[in-house]
């Protein structure tokens, strides 16, 4: 009972940080499931059942506050489903330790454009203009979709890093839009850790509390994202992937344990100095807007 309270609150933390910055849940949960002893592919099968009940909820609770970009959703759906049930059903087969790497190195030199994005703006205010394409939308859904399966997380890192880097969508949109889009991939994948495990191997209790605490997080996730500002949110996002990757690179050569650790408190500590440097260009921009209508002239 006991670890179950505990994957409960992982749960809901989990779901907190991913429907706020549009990733991290799967990572997340399928790291205290590995770290607890559950095999690779029962320790996905049970993050991806919990998704179903958590992204339908999450997803919910963004398109009220509208937060959800429909026309992405409805590109990125299908090949994401395609994606996560090929994923899961490879995974029951496959070690995906050899494409941690890789995939690491990717998104970590994404997060990096991420911030450098939403830093290099000083006083200005972020722009966004039309949407990303189905010819770039499709195919990220597919590999985002795989990698999700296969690696206990990857549809929020993928999705949530491509749509900010291409600055098509503003940060909540695309926030909200990968959260939503997440039931689909949730389904994929569920459906083929079914196909690839089995009903008798997949641990419903763990999804059950994962599930649990993941719903009551997500309208909080929501109503959080739909007040950040896109600077702030966008720095935030690619400060988080820039840690969550730059960990799995350096366990993957082989640093220590207490290399890694310090490696992650400056990344933290950088990370931390850019939020409230981005909050402060926020509030100056704001500021100069408002001193900007007190100067227009009023109509007599």
Known sequence: MRKLIVLGVVGLLAQLIDGSLGMAYGVTS???LLAVGVAPAAASAAVHFSEIGTSLVSGASHHKLGNVDWRTVSI???P????AFLGATLLSNMDAAVAKPVVAVILLSLGFYVVYRFLKLGGARPTFKGHPSALFLAPMGLVAGTLDAVGGGGW???GTTSLLSSGRLEPRKVVG???TSEFVVAVGGSLGFLFGLGAANINWGYAGALLAGGVVAAPIAAWLVKRLAARVLGVAAGGL??????KTLLEAVGVPGVGVAAAAAVIAVLWISGIVWAVRQERAARAA???DRDLEPVAV
């Open 241 to 246: 992937i820039i840690l969550t990757n730059s």
């Open 80 to 83: 994401g489903f395609i994606g």
């Open 30 to 32: 399928s790291t205290l």
């Open 76 to 78: 990125l759906a299908l």
């Open 177 to 179: 839009s990968i959260d």
């Open 289 to 291: 807007e408002d001193d």
């Open 156 to 158: 929020g890192p993928v």
